[in-house]
């Protein structure tokens, strides 16, 4: 395969095809049962964002590794932070709705814009800043909240679940911008146990705050 990835693309294992699907299942769960108590808006952007991470774990499943190059790929993917971001907004920072809501949407349509366009480190700066801000939020929010018992203690967990999205989502836009801190096939090999975990803490951090 050519373009941003290199050649050659390291070969889906079945153990990768495991870490996936189970990431799947997990997501769909979460679907299923929603998050109580929330506000509309949260419960919908959750939903939108679980229902993504079942997405992109199908689709990988599907097309392999090399998927992660296919522009709508990325673009769904990015999709899942700024959803997941938006629900814990929405939900614990009232006074920050309206301005987050606008960073959503211009974020995710300028990913779009520059994707669709092959716009090259354009797009792969752009995305990485995207990522990087929703993934602050979902890391640092949840934390300090849990710190300082506005949540329950579990509630740590949806944290740590947004460190592991943005360990994810930086490793691969360093990867396309030609500059890794790990090698190609490492990070793929990583990848989908990150994805698992990623999700799973998600799930555990909802589950039990």
Known sequence: MSGSMGNPVKKMSAIDRVFLLLTGLLAAYQIAIGVEGVPAVSLWAYTVGFGILLLAGIML?????????SPFVAIVS????????????????????????????????????TRVARMGRVATITLAVVHGVAGLIIFGLPIYLSLTGTT????????????????????????KMG?????QSAILTILP???FLMTAAFVAGFTFS
């Open 78 to 113: 990015t999709a899942a932070p700024l959803a997941l971001s938006l629900g814990l907004v929405w939900d614990y920072l009232p006074a920050w709705r309206v301005a987050y809501l606008v960073f959503v949407i211009v974020g995710f349509i300028a990913v779009t814009i």
């Open 193 to 195: 146990g990150l994805l």
């Open 61 to 69: 499943i599907i097309l392999g590794f090399e998927g992660l190059d």
């Open 152 to 175: 329950p203690g579990g509630f740590i967990l949806v944290g740590i679940g947004g460190a592991l999205i943005g360990v994810g989502g930086l490793m691969l836009s360093f990867l």
């Open 179 to 183: 500059k890794p801190v790990l090698s």
